[in-house]
């Protein structure tokens, strides 16, 4: 199921990111100098100065930009961090950008006299209307939206198609915006008379003021703020002096307020794309450190396995070294004390004879203990030579071997459909010599010793069965299955049943190389299952 980006990835996003001190300071400090300025410009607000035409398309092609690239930068957020909040502002962006074209294209004497669209004064007026009331609008609804309450964010497979749909609604609605100022013109009221606006136009561009307001309020309200939410309120104070300066306090166009407002306007599309810009571009500086110190690791994991490759080899030679230099005085024990017991068994009473075979026994029982910890450590180095294997004839090779070692007692086996597997055929042996061995083992005393080999589907695994060794031994306490598998570990004692306690630490290491798991079911006095799962192997192998 997929929940969307964790904590720490959003806490990367202006938009998720909690502003702080050094950017509410910031933000205060270019809203205070931006009111200054404003307050400074307003009483000369209706100072009439040249008509510059130039000056429309060259500022609004800027705003065109800023706003695109803010609308792509804001769309790409909502990919990642679905927020509803997101799409909507990225959408107002989108939308003011659009609009901005279609303003451009009906102001007079840009494109022609009376401008294009069969456009005049009227539709421009009313299309700069559209365009300031519209924003205000989509930040209040990014505002009430950008906490979460509105419902869950939509899936990641649904981010494209949410896009796209709101980029064909946003171009709908500025369509429907532009014919309504151009064609339907006559069924709106006169805005502007003789490049003067009338009281109507004053009353209307009030209110489209008041909207810039309420949307500053409304997201003022809306704490805990983001980075972006702060920025966002930067955007809408120089909204505010933008329509308060290009359309509440003048006179008419090309007047010292239409020019000034438009600074403000082009402030107010480029903050909010300036702090995504920085963020981009903090979050490559990241991404470059990350991969830094991804290679740096790398490296120093490259390093660190020549290093343990080479302390391997060492403590390979060591083991085998240590092996001959204990082994070699133990065959001399085992081998004086078999001497002793030939040649003056017959003079030694029962006490000397028990001596001598504690004395054997226990060599034995090193030799082995040494064999068994030299083939541990080196499971772990030998490459696996995986190929499919018929399971049922390696099984049938281990009972042979161990029909011989327990010639004399009662052993009953049955061999189950195994199929085939993928695995590594001698350390697969290795394995099941030691788990059969053990069944044997254990079984002692039993009549008649019932031993069970067989596989069956594990639950919630698919196609990949779980084999099992069971038999009607000594078995164990199930409270103590969580050492089982460890070296050393023993569950009797060495009196009743001989061993090192490394058998099933070689097993596990085996079935966990290949891919597997090995656990066991039992109860004790009643024998024991030892399940181990294996990649299945082709059905029908060549």
Not at 152 to 174: E, K, Y
Not at 264 to 276: D, I
Not at 410 to 415: G, I, L, P, S, T
Request: glycine share 10%; hydrophobic share 45%.
């Amino acid at each position: 199921m997929d929940r969307g980006p964790t904590p720490d990835v959003q806490r990367i996003f202006l938009s998720t990111l909690p502003a702080g001190r050094r950017e509410f300071r910031l933000a205060l400090a270019t809203v205070l100098v931006s009111a200054a300025i404003f307050l400074a410009a307003a009483p000369f607000a209706k100072t009439h100065l040249a008509p510059v035409p130039a000056f429309i398309p060259m500022y609004e092609s800027a705003l065109v930009i800023n706003d695109l690239i803010t609308a792509v930068l804001l769309f790409g957020q909502f990919r990642i961090l679905r927020s509803r909040a997101l799409l909507v502002l990225a959408s107002g962006y989108l939308f003011t950008a659009s609009i901005t074209v279609a303003h451009a294209l009906t102001f007079p004497g840009v494109f022609s006299p009376t401008g294009l669209l069969g456009a005049g004064t009227q539709s421009t007026a009313w299309m700069y209307m559209f365009w300031h009331g519209g924003f205000p609008l989509v930040v209040v609804a990014y505002a009430l939206l950008k906490d979460g309450k509105s419902g869950p964010d939509p899936p990641r497979a649904q981010a494209r198609v949410a896009i796209v749909s709101s980029v064909a609604a946003v171009l709908v609605v500025v369509c429907g915006l532009t014919l309504l100022a151009t064609a339907g013109k006559n069924f709106l009221p006169s805005v502007i008379e003789d490049d003067r606006y009338t009281p109507a136009m004053l009353g209307i561009m009030s209110s489209v003021w008041a909207l810039s307001i309420i949307g500053l309020m409304v997201l003022w309200r809306r704490r805990p703020y983001t980075v972006l939410d702060l920025w966002l309120m930067v955007v809408m104070c120089a909204w505010i002096f933008d329509v308060g300066l290009s359309a509440v306090l003048i006179g008419g166009r090309y007047d010292l307020g239409f020019y000034a407002g438009r600074v403000y306007g082009l402030m107010a599309a480029s903050f909010v794309l300036l702090v995504l810009l920085t963020e981009n571009t903090k979050l490559y500086a990241r991404l470059v450190e990350a991969h830094e110190i991804e290679r740096r690791e790398r490296r120093l994991l490259q390093e660190q396995s020549v290093e343990l490759s080479a302390l391997n080899k060492d403590l390979e030679a060591f083991s085998y070294s240590v092996s001959h230099d204990l082994g070699t005085p133990l065959r001399a024990v085992d081998g004086y004390a078999r001497m002793l017991e030939e040649d003056f068994g017959e003079r030694l009473d029962a006490e000397g004879r028990r001596l001598l075979g504690v004395v054997r026994a226990s060599a034995r029982q090193m030799q082995q203990m040494i064999g068994d910890l030299l083939n541990f450590s080196r499971l772990g180095r030998q490459p696996l030579k995986t190929q499919p294997v018929q399971l049922g004839d390696i099984v049938n090779q281990v009972i042979g071997d161990l029909r011989i070692a327990c010639a004399g007692r009662k052993v009953e086996f049955a061999v189950g459909d195994l199929g085939t597997a993928k695995a590594d055929p001698a350390l697969l042996k290795q394995a099941l010599s030691n788990l059969l061995g053990n069944a044997v083992k254990y079984t002692r005393g039993r009549h008649p010793a019932l031993i069970e080999v067989g596989c069956r589907r594990e639950e919630g695994t698919g196609d990949a069965p779980a084999y099992f060794v069971k038999d009607n031994g000594a078995g164990f306490d199930m409270r103590q299955s969580d050492r089982l598998f460890g070296v050393f570990q023993r569950f009797h004692t060495r009196e009743e049943f001989e061993g090192s306690g490394v058998g099933l630490a070689i097993v596990e290491r085996i079935i966990v190389r290949h891919g597997g798991r090995v656990w066991a079911e039992s109860r004790l006095g009643e024998g024991a299952i030892f399940y181990f799962t294996l990649q299945p192997g082709p059905r029908n192998p060549v």
